[in-house]
């Protein structure tokens, strides 16, 4: 049995695909693991880092964090500019501070692939910290973005409801997913 934690509709994807493979394999979208991951975190008295988002973004999202959470230590927090390069020497700086910051666990909304290429270096650079990439995550709890209607959610069409408010980002990094898609059935098909 699998468990995967996702954001994205390639996530969603892969989800659907392993079903079609024959494979049990359940789905958590990142923005809905956020505050149960931070309970935790506090519960075990580990600190967190925030990178990605905004900076304005990050301080609400820290505000809300600490409103349900208040024993929970923020250790770090960095919003990168939007041409961040994941495996830049800019990205060398932000793991070094976060190896200083002490924090346990950081959460990423870099936005895909950014954030995937720069929790895969963090497992070479910061071995000690886990990544758990929540993409639009901390900017729905900040109150900067709306999340779809919760009937979206359930029928897995929240990246719909993405690709209608912000259509220049998203309807390409949808149809980049969706080109793909007859050949992994292909193979999820052989696979089963």
């Not at 989800?15 to 789905?27: E, I, Q, T």
């Not at 495996?87 to 910051?101: M, N, P």
């Not at 979206?152 to 069409?157: D, E, F, P, V």
Request: glycine share 8%.
């Amino acid at each position: 049995y699998i468990f995967f934690i996702t954001r994205r509709s390639s996530d969603l994807h892969f989800v659907w695909l392993s079903r079609v493979a024959g494979k049990s394999v359940d789905h958590i979208q990142g923005a809905d693991i956020i505050l149960r991951l931070c309970r935790l975190c506090a519960e075990i008295n580990v600190s967190i880092a925030l990178v990605g988002s905004s900076q304005a973004a990050l301080i609400d999202a820290i505000t809300a964090i600490n409103s349900e959470i208040p024993d929970l230590r923020v250790s770090y927090a960095h919003a990168p500019d939007f041409a961040f390069d994941p495996e830049g020497d800019y990205a060398d700086g932000i793991f070094k501070e976060l190896k200083t910051s002490g924090a346990g666990l950081c959460l990423l909304a870099l936005g895909a692939p950014k954030q995937e290429k720069f929790a895969a270096r963090g497992r070479r650079l910061a071995p000690d910290i886990g990544f758990v990439s929540v993409g639009a995550g901390l900017d729905f709890l900040a109150g900067h973005q709306v999340r779809a209607p919760k009937i979206m959610q359930r029928m897995a069409m929240e990246w719909l409801w993405r690709a209608t408010l912000d259509p220049g980002r998203m309807v390409p990094r949808y149809l980049k997913c969706f080109a793909i898609l007859p050949g992994l059935i292909r193979q999820a098909v052989r696979q089963r």
